[in-house]
């Protein structure tokens, strides 16, 4: 049986990470506005985040970080911020099978913009195995999820079924071995990968 791994953003002590503008939606609230978009309404910007002694600290001098751009770019709508490079990789590997479309997003530093990619699935994916994941009791909601190998085999990138329309742009993003393989090969940076339970 293959491996399959949750693909999250690595921690760092200072990092910069991609912020929405002051009073734009937050992130579940925007998701039902992007189903038939291809790039996000409005641009981020690059803000240093230093993890302090009483929690994080904003600033927007990125002068000291040695390279203010990753592949899997922190951002403050806690979705998966892809560059081109990544995205590339991603796509080389699918399936067909994913229901996977891409919305552009301009990422503005203070002497640079460049273009970076959000993950969103057009359906939500049969991905668990209901007898062993473990739900909130009488609810849907899941505390430890337990995937289906027969119903994963077919998907290089796959979500948690969630309630709502959070499983359309998740930052539960769950990536096959193969594919982690290949993004470690060709040396992408901002993540880590950790291996999930599969029955």
Do not use: C
């Amino acid at each position: 049986m293959n491996n399959y791994y949750l693909l999250s953003g690595k921690s760092y002590p200072k990092i910069a990470s991609a912020f929405a503008p002051e009073g734009a939606k937050l992130a579940h609230e925007l998701i039902s506005e992007l189903g038939n978009v291809n790039e996000l309404p409005f641009e981020l910007s690059l803000v240093k985040l230093t993890v302090g002694n009483n929690g994080l600290i904003e600033s927007n001098d990125l002068s000291d970080l040695n390279d203010i751009w990753v592949d899997y770019q922190p951002n403050s709508l806690a979705w998966p911020l892809m560059s081109d490079k990544l995205k590339s990789v991603i796509e080389q590997y699918l399936t067909g099978n994913e229901g996977i479309g891409w919305i552009s997003a301009i990422v503005n530093a203070p002497n640079e913009q460049r273009t970076y990619y959000i993950p969103i699935f057009s359906k939500m994916l049969d991905v668990l195995d209901t007898q062993k994941t473990m739900f909130v009791q009488g609810t849907d909601r899941i505390i430890r999820p337990v995937f289906s190998f027969s119903k994963i085999g077919g998907y290089s990138v796959f979500h948690q079924p969630s309630d709502h329309n959070l499983w359309k742009i998740t930052s539960g993003l769950y990536v096959s071995d193969t594919l982690k393989k290949a993004i470690q090969k060709a040396k992408l940076t901002g993540m880590d990968f950790e291996k999930i339970s599969i029955s």
